[in-house]
């Protein structure tokens, strides 16, 4: 995602090339104007005079502008579907969170817990923050097409958050790159793809050994007959299952009243709720803009490209101003095509794709607020148990998260 500033009435931006569609469209434009010129100095009269009424090439060319605008449209669409689908997920899993916490805490006394279960309760309330985490990052890099484990790392709260706006985290070099494929995408048939957002999605408490061989023997579970299947996204539903479960197991304890399992199984509408935006999300990242009408699309630019010099000269008599016409009318007319192909995949690595990585620090930060707000007092009890000696923070601290992480860390250990 590109950050930009309006300020001088938005001018500044008009001299920005990186994730700008300009470069893309300034080919064909090129290719037009450089047509216009040579017929201007050596187009045969017969061709530049043989239009005689441009009524048929305005109706072409209010076809061809319906069809760009029409498909920039749906791809604006699709671009805030993503964005908002994904804070959606967001805020149910804040939810999911605060309730399945709120009840852990409130559903059985402190008088009357035993040292077991509070170390039972201790170990839910930690290992909810982490499947939340788990969970959210699965969702985001299956979103990406991105199913390599190792992009998913453990959030400490001491590293750099990921930065927000590609432009800022891009290397002069990595410009350089993008602006020369813009302008000749030989990477298209080199196999060349440039990572322009930070791949890594922090988990907290990362994942352990015994995460990552349970995703590696999903396949062997299902049978010889089904061992060649790729089950890389089914890691979600995994993740999800065993979440499920797990609370579920939970709350069914002989420690609990039924009525707190009633309030359980209510509760988990909202994990149900995040499955199904994340289905959502997954409908935009699996179907591709419609490819006949992409394909119609790109003709009728394509055709307009090759034709409106023969028109520009016909009525045009001043040669500069027709070369102008022919570039600004096709720069305008592609600029628009190559705005909606930026906006129909949100998910990915293009400068302006959404910064996946940043929503899931964003998550990070506000489920350790969560897990510092709603835990009891005996909690100290057992980490003091555990080694643990940090003091507990308050949250307006700057330090406060990272005390928070750090005494979840320690307890994993």
Same mark, same amino acid.
């Given at each position: 995602?590109?950050?930009?500033?309006?300020?001088?009435? *938005?001018?500044?931006?008009?001299?920005?090339?990186?994730? %700008?569609?300009?470069?893309?469209?300034?080919?064909?434009? /090129?290719?037009?104007?450089?047509? &216009? #010129?040579?017929?201007?100095?050596?187009?045969?009269?017969?061709?530049?005079? %043989?239009?005689?009424?441009?009524?048929?090439?305005?109706?072409?060319?209010?076809?061809?502008?319906? #069809?760009?605008?029409?498909?920039?449209?749906?791809?604006?669409?699709?671009?805030?579907?993503?964005?908002?689908?994904?804070?959606?997920?967001?805020?149910?899993?804040?939810?999911?969170?605060?309730?399945?916490? !709120?009840?852990? =805490?409130?559903?059985?006394?402190? %008088?009357?817990?035993?040292?077991?279960?509070?170390?039972?309760?201790?170990?839910?309330? =930690?290992?909810?923050?982490?499947?939340?985490?788990?969970?959210?990052?699965?969702?985001?890099?299956?979103?990406?097409?991105?199913?390599?484990?190792?992009?998913?790392? &453990?959030?400490?709260?001491?590293?750099?958050?990921?930065?927000?706006?590609?432009? $800022?985290?891009?290397?002069?070099?990595?410009?350089?790159?993008?602006?020369?494929?813009?302008?000749?995408?030989?990477?298209?048939?080199?196999?060349?793809?440039?990572?322009?957002?930070?791949?890594?999605?922090?988990?907290?408490?990362?994942?352990?050994?015994?995460?990552?061989?349970?995703?590696?023997?999903?396949?062997?579970? @299902?049978?010889? +007959?089904?061992?060649?299947?790729?089950?890389?996204? &089914?890691?979600?539903?995994?993740?999800? %299952?065993?979440?499920?479960?797990?609370?579920?197991?939970?709350?069914?304890?002989?420690?609990?009243?039924?009525?707190?399992?009633?309030?359980?199984?209510?509760?988990?509408?909202? @994990?149900?709720?995040?499955?199904?935006?994340?289905? $959502?999300?997954? =409908?935009?990242? &699996?179907?591709?803009?419609?490819?006949?009408?992409?394909?119609?699309?790109? /003709?009728?630019?394509?055709?307009?490209?090759?034709?409106?010099?023969?028109?520009?000269?016909?009525?045009? =008599?001043?040669?500069?101003?027709?070369?102008?016409? /022919?570039?600004?009318?096709? @720069?305008?007319?592609?600029?628009?095509?190559?705005?909606?192909? +930026?906006?129909?995949?949100?998910?990915?690595?293009?400068?302006?794709?959404?910064? @996946? !990585?940043?929503?899931?620090?964003?998550?990070?930060?506000?489920?350790?607020?969560?897990?510092?707000?709603?835990?009891? $007092?005996?909690?100290?009890?057992?980490?003091? *148990?555990?080694?643990?000696?940090?003091?507990?923070?308050?949250?307006?601290?700057?330090?406060?998260? +990272?005390?928070?992480?750090?005494?979840?860390?320690?307890?994993?250990?």
């Amino acid at each position: 995602m590109i950050v930009y500033s309006n300020n001088l009435w *938005g001018l500044a931006i008009l001299f920005r090339l990186y994730g %700008s569609a300009f470069p893309r469209a300034v080919v064909f434009a /090129s290719i037009s104007a450089l047509m &216009t #010129a040579i017929l201007y100095y050596y187009g045969p009269s017969p061709i530049i005079y %043989s239009i005689s009424n441009p009524f048929a090439y305005s109706m072409y060319g209010s076809l061809v502008s319906f #069809a760009v605008v029409f498909r920039s449209n749906l791809a604006y669409q699709r671009y805030w579907e993503g964005r908002t689908t994904v804070q959606t997920i967001m805020g149910r899993l804040h939810v999911l969170t605060m309730k399945m916490m !709120s009840l852990n =805490k409130a559903s059985l006394p402190e %008088s009357k817990m035993t040292q077991e279960d509070k170390v039972l309760f201790y170990n839910f309330h =930690k290992t909810v923050t982490h499947k939340v985490s788990l969970l959210f990052g699965l969702m985001l890099c299956h979103l990406r097409g991105d199913f390599n484990l190792n992009n998913i790392v &453990t959030y400490t709260g001491y590293e750099a958050a990921p930065i927000l706006g590609a432009d $800022q985290a891009a290397t002069a070099w990595l410009k350089l790159k993008t602006f020369f494929f813009e302008l000749f995408p030989v990477d298209d048939y080199l196999g060349i793809e440039l990572i322009h957002l930070d791949p890594h999605m922090h988990v907290i408490g990362g994942m352990s050994e015994e995460e990552r061989q349970a995703f590696g023997h999903l396949q062997q579970a @299902l049978g010889d +007959e089904q061992k060649n299947m790729l089950l890389e996204d &089914t890691r979600v539903i995994s993740v999800y %299952s065993s979440f499920y479960t797990m609370m579920i197991d939970h709350f069914s304890l002989p420690c609990f009243d039924p009525k707190v399992v009633t309030s359980v199984l209510s509760t988990l509408n909202a @994990l149900d709720d995040v499955l199904g935006s994340f289905g $959502q999300a997954c =409908k935009l990242a &699996t179907t591709p803009f419609p490819f006949p009408w992409a394909q119609v699309v790109t /003709s009728f630019l394509v055709i307009m490209t090759i034709t409106l010099p023969f028109v520009t000269v016909t009525f045009l =008599k001043q040669s500069w101003i027709g070369v102008m016409t /022919s570039f600004v009318t096709i @720069l305008t007319y592609w600029s628009l095509n190559e705005v909606a192909n +930026e906006m129909e995949d949100p998910f990915g690595y293009d400068p302006n794709d959404l910064p @996946l !990585s940043c929503f899931q620090y964003d998550l990070n930060k506000q489920l350790l607020t969560i897990s510092w707000k709603s835990r009891p $007092q005996y909690f100290d009890e057992i980490e003091s *148990g555990l080694g643990i000696t940090n003091p507990k923070p308050r949250l307006s601290e700057p330090s406060a998260i +990272e005390d928070v992480v750090l005494t979840f860390s320690n307890s994993e250990s």
